[in-house]
């Protein structure tokens, strides 16, 4: 544990960010996960949402936010 109360402050800060960013990340894995196992085109714009807002929040970065979107609709073309 740190001495300084300034570190003190930062491991709670990140604590907390670490907290809110796992529960963006598990949202859209989740609705990710649902296009995957079948493919919808409204779960895709879910998907499209979700994904935008993390990168908004600097959870992901913008190209795997491009990367997976891409993967996604892929997936639905495939379907059908």
Do not use: C, W
């Not at 907290?19 to 894995?29: A, G, L």
């Not at 989740?30 to 714009?45: C, E, G, I, Q």
């Not at 990168?55 to 936010?65: E, F, G, H, Q, R």
């Amino acid at each position: 544990m740190a001495n300084i109360k300034a570190n003190i402050k930062t491991i709670r800060k990140s604590a907390k960010r670490n907290n809110q960013n796992k529960i963006v990340k598990t949202t859209f894995k989740n609705k990710l996960k649902a296009v995957r196992t079948a493919p919808d085109a409204k779960k895709l714009t879910e998907v499209y949402k979700e994904l935008d807002q993390a990168v908004a929040k600097k959870v992901i970065t913008k190209n795997k936010a491009n990367r997976l979107k891409s993967r996604a609709s892929k997936k639905l073309q495939k379907a059908k």
